[in-house]
């Protein structure tokens, strides 16, 4: 069974930092494109970020390019998002999931594996 879990969400002041992390189990973590997705109340789940299942090839949305670094860690069987200079319009559920990754940061179908999100809520 396949489990991806989302944890490192939080209460943070506009200009600060948060890092999240996402476990997987269940599948072949070390050949999985991994993307990060988030969504704002009333508005449609975004891709953020993607990392290529060898790590070297990421990408970003416009939004959050300079400010967000995705990493993955195959060993720990684990993809990360540092989160920088956080602003206002960065409030939303954050979610991992297996996801093909280019730089268009298409969504992937519900039936890929996603987590059950953490939220994010930056504050002024």
């Known amino acids: 069974q396949v489990q991806v879990v989302e944890s490192g969400g939080g209460l943070v002041q506009t200009g600060g930092s948060l890092k999240l992390s996402c476990s997987v189990s269940?599948?072949?973590?070390?050949?999985?494109?991994m993307g990060w997705f988030r969504q704002a109340p009333g508005k449609e789940r975004e891709g953020v970020s993607c990392?290529?299942?060898?790590?070297?090839?990421?990408y970003y949305a416009d939004s959050v390019k300079g400010r967000f670094t995705i990493s993955r860690d195959n060993a720990k069987n684990t993809v990360y998002l540092q989160m920088n200079s956080l602003q206002l319009e960065d409030t939303a559920m954050y979610y991992c999931?297996?996801?093909?990754?280019?730089?268009?940061?298409?969504?992937?179908?519900?039936?890929?594996?996603w987590g059950q999100g953490t939220q994010v809520t930056v504050s002024s």
């Open positions: 269940g599948l072949t973590f070390e050949y999985s494109n």
């Open positions: 990392i290529t299942w060898t790590g070297k090839t990421t």
């Open positions: 999931a297996t996801s093909p990754c280019s730089q268009s940061l298409v969504v992937p179908p519900k039936y890929n594996y």
